[in-house]
T-cell receptor, first 112, second 115 residues
Framework: SQTIHQWPATLVQPVGSPLSLECTVEGTSNPNLYWYRQAAGRGLQLLFYSVGIGQISSEVPQNLSASRPQDRQFILSSKKLLLSDSGFYLC???????????FGPGTRLTVL | GDSVTQMEGPVTLSEEAFLTINCTYTATGYPSLFWYVQYPGEGLQLLLKATKADDKGSNKGFEATYRKETTSFHLEKGSVQVSDSAVYFCANTRAVGGSNYKLTFGKGTLLTVNP
């Protein structure tokens, strides 16, 4: 069966520091991968999606970037965090031609 | 563009009460429709889905029917339990190229079930 992992689970970072969040999927190959952010009091916002290694599409211009160095690995990064980057970051995947997205456990990021 | 509107919460019910959470959508074409549930501190779990008009998705006692004529996908459960307390998200999906799909979410409805 397929499993999706995210780490770290919780992160507290100072403003201006770098960020690296990791997402990995097990039990499938060539998944489509997604990064979402859930900010307090706001809905879920799609940040990036990827259909393959090195292929990244950005939905919203912002202070973040994404990379996909391996088939089942998706990384969210920032060079300098802003207060507004605080939130709950969720990774998701779909397989094959399916449109159902399956979510990871999330990373809670607090920028102070 | 696509959008999803769901009833604002919070919704507070007593155990064994009937639940309805309304959801309507706008979309071009024929999107798939989903309900996801988020328990405190956790990621989203797929609750149920429907892929075409008149389909009924069901899981764990929850049901929702894809109503194309009213562009709705209301979530119902006949008898809620304390363990159903969570945030519920309605979503639709559209293709954005190739095998890639974008989910559009509603803002979520917080459900609290009291014993």
């Amino acid at each position: 069966s397929q499993t999706i992992h995210q780490w770290p689970a919780t992160l507290v970072q100072p403003v201006g520091s770098p960020l690296s969040l990791e997402c990995t999927v097990e039990g499938t190959s060539n998944p489509n991968l997604y990064w979402y952010r859930q900010a307090a009091g706001r809905g879920l916002q799609l940040l990036f999606y990827s259909v393959g290694i090195g292929q990244i599409s950005s939905e919203v211009p912002q202070n973040l970037s994404a990379s996909r160095p391996q088939d089942r690995q998706f990384i969210l990064s920032s060079k300098k965090l802003l207060l507004s980057d605080s939130g709950f970051y969720l990774c998701a995947w779909t397989g094959g031609a399916g449109d159902t997205q399956y979510f990871g456990p999330g990373t809670r990021l607090t920028v102070l | 563009g696509d959008s999803v509107t769901q009833m604002e919460g919070p919704v507070t019910l007593s155990e064994e009460a009937f639940l309805t959470i309304n959801c309507t959508y706008t979309a071009t074409g024929y999107p798939s429709l989903f309900w996801y549930v988020q328990y405190p501190g956790e990621g989203l779990q797929l609750l149920l889905k429907a892929t075409k008009a008149d389909d009924k998705g069901s899981n764990k006692g929850f049901e929702a029917t894809y109503r194309k004529e009213t562009t709705s996908f209301h979530l119902e459960k006949g008898s809620v339990q304390v363990s159903d307390s969570a945030v519920y998200f309605c979503a639709n999906t559209r293709a954005v190229g190739g095998s890639n799909y974008k989910l559009t979410f509603g803002k979520g409805t917080l459900l609290t079930v009291n014993p």
